[in-house]
């Protein structure tokens, strides 16, 4: 029976990785994500886990025992953030060339300069077009549920792409909250074992990782960029069944009032709690206002952005990530391009806020909500605004 | 281009499942020069069986070092370390 506890999220995640039964962690501690290995290396020491826990000296090292692993088909998890991920960046690429199902927590943290440990989305968004598969978590629930998913997720036929599971560090990884934590049992009935349908085998040997030559390199891109793109409909698959199985639904874009809203604010991450807050507060004012949570960034859910979002007089995106001297906050730009053949479409106006920690308050919210509306009004929408920076 | 894969044919992920099918590759069109050979100056010594990188040197009937043309790329090491002025090296398209 599942059973709810108060617990740190980070540990929540460990917890659900124990009971994916993983084979195989390599894995380098960095803040935010520390928690979730420190507690995955006691769960191994301890015999909780029956899983090769591999020390390694960087994250480059940890990402290539993760793609060792996977390729001997072994179910593999590992967890970074930031400078972490920045050192594995190379590796991610070949983790998904490669078409492994590793399974990655990112604590999400801003990367330096200025040198800083505290969360924002500047380290996803740096590898977004790594050619993995991208989620983002909203509460300490969804972390859990979410590790579990991955693995089915990644590790389907139809998939057989590595999967990144993002939590905003600290905001996130640290708190404490109530959690249902599924019993073995229940995790069984929806997570089959592991069995892999390319492994590294010397009774039936194959090649992995070889040299390509120009005339086939752009046939393999294809291949793997259809197949991320494919996910798409496992990755909804695998939320139905978990709502029938648990009662808990997952959705590429999670709304919040906005079936008859005119305004709109999008998001990623746990601030969207924070955001659920000022759609309250503007609805009391008499704003149509409403919010949508996203999901799943990679494969890019266009079709979803243009329904739940086609409706709408105007959309703030709020990025917890710069694109330096860039068009806009990268969700923003996206959204951008994703509405630019619709017939019809909102004013998209780009707040890039809470960077390396800083806390938007509902107010904050409000605020950007509002100033959007009003730039709707005067026909006058800035590329992006970065919000709450002392002039 | 019109017999190579496409890419819903293409090996799942550019696995190769056929062990050393490499040598099916023949490299040897990549040389632009040429090695050739004077066996009446060779003494056996194998130097140059020995420094090439590509183990395009084999031994022919006769006891005496070939080249194997489908795999040589023409780098001219053979040439350079013959100790007896064996091997020079000559533009392919001489």
Redo the contacts between chains.
Sequence with gaps: MAKRVGIEVSIACSEAVTLADVDAIAAYPITPQTHIVEHLSEQVAEGHLDAEYIKVESEHSAMSCCIGSAAAGARTFTATSSQGLALMSEMLYIAS???LPIVMALATRTLSAPLTIWGDQSDIMSVRDCGWIVIFAETGQEVFDMTIQSFRIAEDERV?LPLMLCMDGFHLSHVIEPIEILDQEEVNSFLPPYDAK?RLDPHN????G?F?MP??F???K???D?ALKDSYHVIREVWEGWEKGFGRSYKPIHLYRAEDAELIVLIAGAFAGTARLAVDRLREKGVRAGLASLKLWRPFPREDFLRDLGGAKVVTVVDRALSTGGAGGPIANELRAAFYHAGKRPDIVSFVAGLSGRDIMAEGFVEMMERSLDYSEKGEIPYYEMYGVRE | MADLPTWKTINHACLVFQPGNTVEYLTGDWRSMRPERNDEKCVKCGECWMYCPDAAIYIDGRGYYAVDYDYCKGCGICARECPHGVIVMVEECE
């Design positions: 060339g490669l078409r057989l390319y040997v194959h090649s992995v070889c390509t005339e086939y752009m046939e393999i294809k291949q793997q259809e």
